[in-house]
């Protein structure tokens, strides 16, 4: 039976092969995995169970994917430079549960960053485990200039003697300073676990600072930055290894998504060929014009730019809101989220903010010279957002420049 029979599922999928193939993938977190990975994360891997680990699994007939599962494991280790690399887990929340457990217990007193000034919702936030099990410090940015302040981290770390420091972000569009958070963290006696889910590619690449030298345990997406399928990974020290296994599987897991192993060993093997390198720089290289392009055109920004592969809208002095502004700009075939800012006055349902992100343009080859045509688009459709002809207007636009850079143009359901 081919899924063309069941037309229900067909029909939804292509029309979103169609919406991802014809509008601006402008939200920081999503990415275009290449044909390879596609293939692989839904290829005959998905029939096995393979609990366990590289020879030591729990049901027999897995001596195929034992082999894929090593060369994820080598490919992600010699890609960041890591003593040891867990690729089970099905996500980054499961990565960081399964880091928790690997490091403290429940009850244990974290410091992480507010989810209300970029941090994650597994960083400590009420609604979320890590709310739930642990005793959570927040630390956030400078009122002034939205950047982490690392002397009130230092301050925070000495006065409440944390059993663990979290550091990384969702919505923070400046480099982060591992080596300053490992001086804390090893000045207090404190494990040290950074979330790099967002800047995982870039940190492949060498194009943001690497966190590998100075945590216990570094947890990440799969895609994102890195374009692999949607999953977790870890990273740890050789000390940690054996623990952090078993709390991956038996700890939170059982089977492993196997596909999506596959998926990652090849999105991990597309990461170490050089020309990732040059695709990294021009993720960076495309927010700073796209942010440069929008503060032009008088577009207020959290902390006035970017380091990454993020731009976040502050759009407190502007007459439509977070989620006003989302749905307009989707109106016009530019698909962002609406996201809370530092400070922001608005609960999370409706925010004051707009995140953007790169990555997936820049997989489609977009390049500086687009990214001022789409912040030019979004500045004029944030300046009269009641004007629904210049919105079909840039929506043709926006048609037009996606058929210049064609997605999966041969891709048949």
């Not at 009850?107 to 994650?120: T, V």
């Not at 958070?181 to 690497?210: N, R, T, W, Y």
Request: aromatic share 6%.
């Amino acid at each position: 039976m081919s899924i063309s029979n069941d037309l229900p599922v067909f029909n939804a999928m292509r029309a979103e092969l169609k919406r991802q193939q014809n509008s601006l993938e402008l939200i920081a977190s999503e990415n275009f995995v290449s044909e390879a990975v596609m293939q692989a994360s839904g290829s005959v891997m998905t029939n096995k169970y393979a609990e366990g680990y590289p020879g030591r699994r729990y049901y027999g007939g897995c001596e195929h994917h034992d082999t894929i599962e090593a060369l994820a494991i080598d490919r992600a280790k010699e890609l960041f430079g890591a003593d040891h690399a867990n690729v089970q887990p099905h996500s980054g929340a499961t990565a960081n549960f399964a880091a928790y457990s690997a490091i403290i217990k429940p009850g244990a007193k974290i410091l992480a960053m507010d989810l209300d000034h970029g941090g994650h919702l597994t960083h400590g936030s009420k609604v979320n485990f890590s709310g739930r099990l642990f005793d959570v410090v927040p630390y956030g940015v400078n009122e002034e200039t939205h950047c982490i302040d690392m002397m009130k981290v230092a301050a925070l770390a000495e006065e409440h003697r944390p059993d663990l420091i979290v550091a990384g972000a969702s919505a923070y569009a400046r480099e982060i300073d591992f080596a300053a958070f490992g001086k804390i963290a090893a000045e207090q006696d404190i494990p040290l676990m950074v979330d790099m889910a967002h800047i995982a590619g870039l940190v492949a690449a060498g194009v943001h600072m690497s966190p590998v030298p100075y945590a216990d345990i570094i947890t990440t997406t799969t895609h994102k930055t890195l374009r692999g399928p949607r999953g977790g990974l870890i990273l740890c020290r050789k000390s940690r290894a054996k623990k952090l296994n078993s709390r991956v599987f038996p700890g939170c897991q059982g089977g492993p998504l196997m596909q999506q192993v596959a998926a990652k060993a090849v999105a991990f093997g597309e990461a170490l060929d050089p020309s990732f390198k040059a695709y990294a720089a021009a993720i960076i290289e495309n927010a700073r014009t796209l942010a440069n392009t929008l503060l032009e055109r008088g577009v207020n920004l959290v902390s006035g730019g970017t380091d990454n592969h993020i731009v976040l809208l502050d759009l407190r002095d502007s007459t439509v809101s977070g989620a006003e502004a989302e749905a307009i700009l989707e109106s016009a075939g530019i698909t962002t989220n609406k996201n809370k800012i530092p400070f922001d006055p608005e609960p999370p349902t409706i925010t004051s903010g707009i995140r953007l992100g790169t990555p997936a343009l820049t997989t489609r080859g977009m390049g500086q010279a687009e990214m001022e045509k789409i912040g030019t688009w979004i500045a004029d459709i944030l300046a009269s957002p009641e004007d629904s002809r210049l919105q079909e207007t840039i929506l043709n636009e926006v048609e037009k420049l996606c058929g210049d850079f064609p997605l999966y143009p041969s891709r048949r359901l």
